[in-house]
């Protein structure tokens, strides 16, 4: 595939506006030597650039541009529009979002706009238009950094009148949507679109700001959001492009963020870009997850826009990253698809809430830091790498699939659980192909489920329209289909598919479930294999009846001790295993193996190990980043005795080891 990118963009948020000339200077002679070559700049300058409603000025950024430009940057050039100037507040308070209290806010903080005030809309669009007409036509301006990390939501006047816009839009009558919402139920029943209420704490929203009366109001109100946040970037992007056809425009993403639909969200970007925080104790694999996801969005490589070099602030332990930590970090990114490693930020600001944000140059003003030596060093691995990786693929024959609206409807449920949650479900289920180095693609509900021979879908609450058709085509060829307990649930306004869960899967499961038992914390249940291995269970079990399919586990306790746990039923010339319960990972780690070998699913290399690889393909040769996150030494697989590592350029002998934090590069042609 070919790359948006020469190379790989080395750098990071760049803030010179904030910082005397000479400091400039000297940032560009320290830059270099750490091998920097490239800046995202102007994410928060609007106030600077237009100080008043009537005047303009870009005397400051044109010299950072030229000075950028003239020494050879990739500059990544963003559009400001996330935080807006004072003035703009107090003339047009409209601009301010009203929050899920009902407050409306003030001038402060950013990424704050009501997304759909005709007056916020109004002065963004004239702001890039200046900033396209001036820079579009820059060859050192690589790429286009919309607005920043879009996200929140507004619950103002304003976006209560253009949902019902939207809804309008959706339902065409009033009585579909009477039905869809179920609002007979509480007596909510509408005679007109202006009786829509937004679902805030003021209205069917509840008092801990994720739960709802009705869900399927909520749901469409989440999908409206990020439709709203989505219409801004649109109005953004297409000025650019009007400027410049070619430009590669992105905006950057938060991994798992609740609240946008990336899926929707990526089908308008160039390239996916995204900022990876981990805490201090985010598991490797959960990091691993997050790339997959952002690289699955579009199947793509993808950009890493920010991470910190060190510490953050935001956190409630900002741990220093330990030496080679940042390196390994960085290295993993790109294992996982990533064409940049960019930092927030390259210099620590002085004041305001980020001055204990990590950078590239530290509070000391030097290169004389542990952290600007690390920097350094990747800078020139990576140049040492060159082109290499640009572009190359992660390919796979397993996908999980990862949906925005099941992430907002699973969640927004009243029972039968409350500690059942989208994301770490999805997790313990991508955890079994990061352990055994499968590769895995992170997929969305319309996937062309054919590219794979596995596809799971765990906690498939809602199944919306095409995808009982689709899984089962899917199915029917040969395809393997894992899903689990709360699946087939309910269809795409939350109403549930009457006639027995699983649903739509009944039939391809071969099961029906006919209740849902919630255990509490402190009980537990177990399942029996039919080999005698017993696994511990917890927090939901399905009660079900085969009806075909052949059970794998029974539970071994409670009312329902004997009755079936885990199913796989022979659909077609493929297989569908459903999971009724909440494994452990070795429960989870037995039932994925079985359907791994059923379905000719192999790691990225034979040997087993704990080192974590992936691989990635090129024109003529395969990639393997091999990684060790483990707190030991551990072997290099015997497989890549005798190949080279592409970042030291030694040989690899037998016997040799890599130390926590070793990374390997290894090229293998075909
Ligand atoms: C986000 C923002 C940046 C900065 C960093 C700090 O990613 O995009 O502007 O605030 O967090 O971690
Ligand atoms: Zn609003």
Aim: proline share 3%; charged share 25%.
């Amino acid at each position: 595939m070919e790359s948006k990118f020469k190379r790989i963009l080395y750098g990071g948020d760049y803030n010179p506006n904030q910082w005397s000339r000479e400091i400039w200077e000297k940032d560009m002679e320290y830059f270099k030597d750490a091998r920097i070559n490239s800046a995202t700049i102007n994410v928060f300058s609007w106030a600077k650039l237009q100080p008043s409603e009537e005047e303009y000025n870009f005397a400051e950024l044109d010299d950072i541009v030229d000075m950028l430009s003239k020494e050879g940057y990739d500059i990544v050039l963003a559009t400001s529009t996330a935080s807006m100037p004072a003035w703009l507040f107090r003339k047009y308070p409209e601009v301010a979002r009203t929050d899920y209290q009902g407050r409306h806010h003030k001038f402060g903080q950013r990424h704050n706009a009501c997304p759909n005030s005709a007056i916020y809309q109004k002065y963004a669009k004239a702001l890039v238009e200046q900033l396209a007409g001036r820079y579009a036509q820059n060859e050192h301006v690589t790429c286009w950094h919309i607005n920043n990390e879009y996200g929140g939501e507004c619950y103002c006047e304003n976006c209560e009148k253009a949902f019902r816009v939207w809804l309008k839009k959706k339902y065409q009558s009033i009585s579909a949507l009477n039905r869809a919402w179920n609002l007979e139920f509480w007596g909510h029943t509408v005679y007109d679109w202006d009786e829509i209420v937004l679902p805030n704490l003021l209205g069917d929203g509840m008092e801990n700001g994720i739960s709802t009366s009705f869900a399927g109001l909520s749901i469409d109100y989440r999908r409206f959001m990020s439709d709203s946040l989505l219409g801004n970037y649109k109005m953004e992007r297409d000025i650019i492009r009007a400027y410049d056809k070619d430009a590669t425009i992105t905006t950057n993403l938060m991994g798992t963020y609740k609240w946008l639909d990336y899926f929707k969200w990526a089908k308008e970007m160039d390239i996916v870009s995204w900022d990876n925080y981990p805490g201090y104790n985010t598991p490797w694999s959960y990091t691993a997850m997050r790339h997959d996801l952002m690289r699955g969005l579009k199947d793509a490589p993808f950009m890493l826009m920010e991470q910190t070099p060190s510490q953050q602030n935001w956190q409630p332990y900002n741990s220093l990253k330990k030496p080679g930590q940042m390196r390994a970090q960085s290295y993993q990114t790109i294992a996982h698809g990533a064409d940049t490693i960019q930092f927030f930020q390259l210099r620590r600001s002085v004041g305001g809430c980020e001055k204990f944000h990590g950078a590239v140059i530290a509070h000391v003003g030097t290169n004389d830091t542990r952290v600007f030596r690390e920097v350094k060093q990747l800078g020139e691995e990576l140049e040492r790498l060159g082109t290499a990786t640009l572009g190359s693929v992660n390919e796979a024959q397993a996908g999980i699939l990862f949906d925005w609206d099941n992430y907002w409807a699973l969640e927004y449920t009243s029972g039968p659980t409350k500690d059942l949650t989208y994301v770490n479900q999805i997790y313990q289920y991508y955890n079994f192909f990061y352990e055994k180095n499968i590769a895995v693609n992170m997929i969305p509900f319309d996937a062309d489920f054919s590219k794979y021979k596995v596809v799971v879908a765990p906690v498939l609450y809602m199944v919306k329209e095409g995808m009982q058709e689709a899984l089962t085509e899917f199915v029917k060829n040969g395809g393997i289909l894992i899903t689990t307990f709360m699946s087939g649930i309910v269809d795409q306004s939350d109403n549930v598919y009457l006639g027995g869960y699983p649903g739509p899967l009944r039939e391809l499961a071969g099961v029906w479930v006919e209740e849902i038992d919630a255990l509490a914390p402190e009980q537990t249940n177990t399942i029996t294999f039919h080999d005698g291995t017993k696994i511990p269970c917890s927090m939901l079990c399905d009660l079900m009846h085969v009806e075909g399919a052949r059970c794998l586990a029974e539970y071994s306790t409670d009312f329902y001790a004997g009755t079936p746990a885990i199913t796989k039923n022979q659909f077609g010339k493929g297989s569908t295993y459903y999971i009724g319960t909440n494994m452990n990972s070795d429960g989870i780690a037995k039932v994925l193996e079985m359907a791994m070998a059923e379905a000719g699913v192999a790691s990225v290399i034979d040997e087993a190990t704990e080192l974590e690889i992936t691989c990635r393909k090129a024109d003529t040769c395969a990639y393997y980043f091999v990684m060790n996150f483990k707190e030991k030494e551990l072997a290099v697989p015997s497989c890549f005795v005798g190949y080279t590592d592409a970042i030291t350029g030694e040989n690899i002998k037998s016997g040799d080891t890599m130390a926590k934090f070793d990374v390997k590069i290894i090229p293998v042609a075909y």
